[in-house]
C-alpha cells in the first residue's frame, strides 16, 4: 500500500532524523517528493510505501514526536 503525506516539521527537529528512523522502525519505505528545508521549519511531501498497519504506527510515531501530518489524497503532488 502507498501514501502520499505532507510532513511539516517545527525548528527543533529539522535536523533530527525522523524519516529514517520511522523507515526503520516501522519497515516504511519512504519517497521524498518534495522537500523544502529553511532554518526555522522543514517540510516534506512523502509517498510511503509499506503494509497499511506500519504506515498508519509510522504516522503515529512521527506526530507523536511533533511533526504535522497532513495526508494528501489523489495521485497530484502540487
Same mark, same amino acid.
Not at 523507515?23 to 516501522?26: P, T
Given at each position: 500500500m502507498k501514501?502520499?503525506?505532507?510532513?511539516?516539521?517545527?525548528q527543533h527537529l529539522i535536523k533530527e532524523p525522523i %524519516?529514517?528512523?520511522m523507515?526503520?522502525?516501522?519497515d516504511v519505505m519512504p519517497n521524498i517528493r518534495r522537500a523544502r528545508v529553511t532554518d526555522t521549519v522543514g517540510e516534506m511531501v512523502l509517498e510511503l510505501d509499506g503494509t497499511?498497519?506500519? %504506515?498508519e504506527?509510522?504516522?503515529r510515531s512521527i506526530r507523536e514526536q511533533?511533526?504535522?501530518v497532513e495526508l494528501i489524497e489523489g495521485?497530484?503532488?502540487e
Open positions: 501514501k502520499r503525506v505532507k510532513l511539516t516539521f517545527p %524519516i529514517f528512523t523507515a526503520k522502525k516501522y497499511e498497519e506500519n %504506515i504506527n509510522g504516522i511533533g511533526v504535522d495521485d497530484i503532488i
